[in-house]
């Protein structure tokens, strides 16, 4: 399984990458404003730019900032001349409920690598994966693509083990058809437990923010043992000098 960073803090990213955990970078428009990003799609870009050379030939997901589909095609293809590590991430509906499915797909048939996001359903990530195929079938496109499911925003009103079973459901589906090309993100992960319990379903991939991943390696029992391991390392060295 592989870990994804959820953040565009370069010194966070550069943190995790020293530890070699990380193996690629997330982020969407809510990260890029909650770390400084500023200058607007220009500033998108450069942090972009500047995390892709940082975690190359790793993946980048930078996310487009409109609804209008032309835009979004502009966009796309702005991003993906960024770098090769780039992959572009569309919601898969826009906010009144209509399908970005025509754009992923048209994006995956011109070679640009997607990140199918924010979605919350079984049904959205295997039509999900079919519109990405289908692009994959009429093109030379970089692989793998990647379909985002939102485990804690479906956690909210579903719990956590729904989230569980329709990413592992999801995993299953892509396995009996063969599906190729195409990787699982799980993203708005929220805590250790959730960490736990969705690196168990066979995604490939769990995005996690460095507030949770600090959680993660920490722990109250552990902090305990070292600082207990100190203190008798020293009385034993101060035996040895007596
Ligand atoms: C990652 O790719 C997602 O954009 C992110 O994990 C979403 O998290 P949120 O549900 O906290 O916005």
Redesign the pocket.
């Known amino acids: 399984m592989k870990i994804f960073i959820?953040s565009a803090d370069v010194t966070e990213i550069k943190k995790y990458i020293s530890s070699g955990i990380c193996d690629g970078v997330?982020t969407?428009p809510?990260?890029c404003l909650k770390c400084g990003v500023k200058n607007g799609i220009q500033g998108v870009m450069e942090r972009t730019s500047e995390i892709a050379k940082l975690v190359f030939p790793k993946p980048v997901?930078v996310e487009v900032t409109s609804e209008d589909p032309e835009e979004i095609l502009r966009q796309a293809r702005e991003y993906s001349r960024l770098a090769d590590n780039i992959a572009v991430?569309i919601t898969v509906i826009d906010s009144k409920g209509n399908s970005f499915l025509p754009l992923a797909y048209k994006l995956v048939s011109e070679g640009i690598r997607v990140n199918v996001?924010a979605i919350t359903t079984f049904n959205q990530a295997i039509f999900a994966a079919k519109a990405i195929q289908s692009g994959l079938s009429v093109s030379s496109s970089k692989a793998p693509h990647f379909v985002?499911i939102?485990g804690?925003?479906i956690s909210e009103e579903q719990g956590s083990e729904r989230a569980f079973k329709i990413i592992e459901d999801f995993r299953k589906w892509l396995d009996i058809h063969n599906m190729q090309g195409i990787e699982i993100?799980v993203?708005?992960?929220r805590s250790q437990e959730n960490v736990e319990c969705w690196s168990r379903t066979g995604a490939h991939i769990l995005?996690i923010t460095p507030e949770v991943l600090n959680k993660c390696l920490c722990g109250a029992r552990t902090k305990e043992t070292v600082s207990q391991f100190l203190e008798d390392s020293k009385k034993t060295m101060e035996r040895f000098l007596e």
Do not use: E, W
């Open positions: 959820d997330t969407n809510t990260i997901s991430k996001t985002s939102f804690g925003r993100i993203g708005s992960v995005t």
